[in-house]
């Protein structure tokens, strides 16, 4: 019988925090500057500048390690990190090793097997690099710095996944929790959360750990159950075949579906950490972690559970909505704007969807406000604008956020309640169909829709298709 | 000199600092770090086993800076800095094969 083998992983998740500015200078995080438009002597490294610590990326880090159940290391320091590469203008990234901000945590994420923990090592704060462009023609590399000195958190997992299920999952869980607590906003694609993988196999009921390698460049979900299923493979094969598997940084290329080694032995890895003297110790003091305690905002199970107790929508729907931070904001505040929880969620599940599924975009792009939603649902509730009439506005609200009350007037989309102007239309489709009329009255029922649809497409839409029935049946 | 620097040490340290020595400034360097660290080692001598370990020089905590952007652009001056530029970037030598 063939060997069974255990996939064993850990990750190491970049998270770009959503402060203003960098880590240690006043420059603006602002993504898609021009080049070099946000940089100072700080972040492009020239000797004799200092850092200072940028506050809000200690409260960040602070609210996601408790979110985590870490234990918050109460006083902390910055350590360099060194090694030679363009992109890193000091020669060192500065980070923490020795007292990183937050340790011992874990998360909860749903496997078919029930709930599992996944446990957090720790979490630290470090600033992220320069932007590196090949240049072919002229055969050199140019360092575009707007991105050295962005703050980010790095939260490094126990070797506590199974599959790439579980590494989704656990992906899953961390974007939402910081979602919500507002310190990123978590875009695999666009790089504010960054997954590297560590994986290693052993056989089946075997104790020790194998030998582990990296697995960098993972920007999609997709990408990185991919790149698991590929890196086991390629361990298992070099086991059965009798070869050792190599500690090694390895580079996913997911159109080859293959993983490379990145390093040569030229570049040992051997960071010489020591502690950064150009920036104070930090202290936590029990005061400062009850406040931002105080202010951690309702995470999603707490949300899920509330949304069950007092809003009258499926669990499904549930789900949905409060699996994006925006979506459920959009949803509270439209609720709270007056409109039946039940219209919102509706418009919500069915219309947004098929509109961000349409236009290949994330829930976060939405950009219609819940004031508009409110109006939208008013409308139809009043019945000044029918079901179909409805759609049409809310298309137009979906792609430029307009007014639909304004809209609706603008356009002329009001249905005709006008008696007079209905009975006449009504009328002139009985004369000119005199066929469906006749099958209706011979007990064909059907034919019934055919003069409810000629009568809207001569109101132009813009009425009541119950009143249409109704008044057809009077008529005939 | 207690502490010995072996060949293989300035090898490898020569690989970390992306250093080309020559033969001569092997030795040299070997030399120079074997005295440098003779000099640290006058640390064990004395008896520390009644101070606190420091992680900084001076006794401040928390020196933070509120997130409120305060630098503009300034690329120009910044790339006057830049041992070559293109196209508003720093110009260097071809990073990768």
Redesign the interface.
Same mark, same amino acid.
């Given at each position: 019988m063939a060997k069974q083998y255990e996939t064993v992983i850990g990750l190491e998740v970049h998270v770009e925090l959503a402060?203003?500015?960098k880590i240690f200078?006043?420059?603006?995080t602002e993504f898609g500057?021009?080049?070099?438009?946000?940089?100072?002597?700080v972040c492009?490294g020239?000797p004799g500048s200092l850092p +200072?610590?940028?506050?809000?990326v +200690?409260e960040y880090a602070l609210a996601v390690g408790l979110a985590t159940n870490c234990t918050i290391t109460q006083y902390c320091?910055f350590d360099r990190k060194?090694y030679?590469?363009?992109d890193n203008p000091q020669n060192y990234q500065i980070s923490q090793l020795y007292?990183p901000i937050c340790r011992d945590g874990y998360v909860e994420i749903d496997t078919p097997e029930g709930t599992k923990k996944v446990g957090i090592h720790e979490i630290h704060m470090e600033e992220d690099a320069g932007k590196?462009?090949?240049?072919e023609w002229?055969?050199?590399?140019? +360092?575009?710095?707007n991105r050295s000195g962005v703050p980010l958190i790095e939260i490094v997992s126990e070797p506590d996944m199974r599959s790439a299920d579980e590494v989704i999952a656990y992906l899953d869980k961390l974007r939402l929790i910081i979602q919500y607590l507002g310190a990123s906003d978590c875009k695999l694609q666009e790089g504010s959360m960054r997954a590297d993988v560590n994986l290693s196999v052993r056989e089946a009921g075997c104790e020790k750990f194998g030998t582990r390698t990296e697995m960098k460049n993972l920007n999609s979900f997709r990408a990185i159950a991919r790149a698991i299923e590929g890196e086991r493979n390629r361990q298992i094969e070099l086991l059965e075949a009798g070869k050792p598997v190599i500690q090694e940084t390895r580079r996913w290329d997911d159109g080859k579906e293959y993983s490379y080694a990145m390093r040569s032995k030229?570049d040992?890895q051997?960071y010489?950490y020591f502690?950064d003297?150009d920036?104070?110790? +930090?202290?936590i003091s029990d005061e400062w972690l009850e406040s931002v305690r105080s202010r951690q905002p309702e995470l999603r199970t707490e949300k899920m559970k509330r949304y069950k107790e007092e809003y009258d929508i499926p669990d499904y729907d549930i789900e949905i909505i409060t699996g994006t931070k925006h979506m459920a904001d959009i949803f509270e505040a439209t609720v709270a704007l007056g409109s039946q929880p039940k219209k919102v969620s509706n418009w919500l599940m069915v219309e947004t969807l098929r509109l961000l599924k349409e236009k290949e975009l994330d829930p976060e792009d939405i950009r219609f406000s819940p004031g508009n939603l409110a109006k939208l649902i008013g409308l139809t509730e009043q019945r000044v604008i029918n079901s179909t009439v409805a759609k049409e506005v809310f298309e137009e609200m979906f792609d430029r956020d307009i007014d639909p009350e304004r809209y609706v007037e603008e356009k002329g989309l009001k249905t005709v309640n006008d008696e007079g102007a209905l009975k006449k239309t009504v009328e002139e489709v009985i004369a000119v169909n005199p066929q469906s009329v006749e099958d209706y009255r011979n007990g064909k029922e059907k034919a019934i829709g055919f003069l409810v649809g000629q009568t809207m497409k001569a109101m132009k839409g813009k009425a009541d298709p119950a009143s249409v029935n109704k008044l057809l049946k009077e008529l005939l | 000199m207690a502490n010995m620097i072996d060949d293989a040490t300035i090898e490898?340290v020569g690989?970390?600092? #992306?250093l080309a020595l020559s033969d001569e400034e092997k030795e040299q360097a070997k030399k120079d770090m074997g005295s440098m660290l003779d000099y640290i080692d006058k640390l064990g001598e004395l008896d520390t086993s009644g101070v606190e370990p420091m992680?900084?020089?001076?006794p401040?905590? $928390?020196?933070? *800076?509120?997130? @409120? @952007?305060? $630098?503009k652009?300034?690329?120009e001056n910044?790339?006057a $800095?830049a041992p070559g530029s #293109?196209?508003?970037?720093? #110009? @260097?030598? *071809?990073? @990768?094969e």
């Open positions: 402060t203003k500015t200078c006043g420059c603006s500057g021009a080049p070099n438009t946000h940089t100072c002597p492009t020239m +200072v610590l940028n506050k809000q +200690v320091k060194n030679f590469y363009p007292l590196l462009i090949h240049d002229e055969d050199c590399s140019l +360092v575009d710095f030229e040992a051997d010489r502690p003297p920036l104070a110790p +930090v202290y | 490898y690989i970390l600092a #992306k992680s900084h020089v001076f401040v905590q $928390n020196v933070f *800076r509120e997130d @409120v @952007v305060t $630098n652009d300034d690329s910044i790339l $800095n #293109k196209d508003s970037m720093f #110009k @260097v030598p *071809r990073t @990768v």
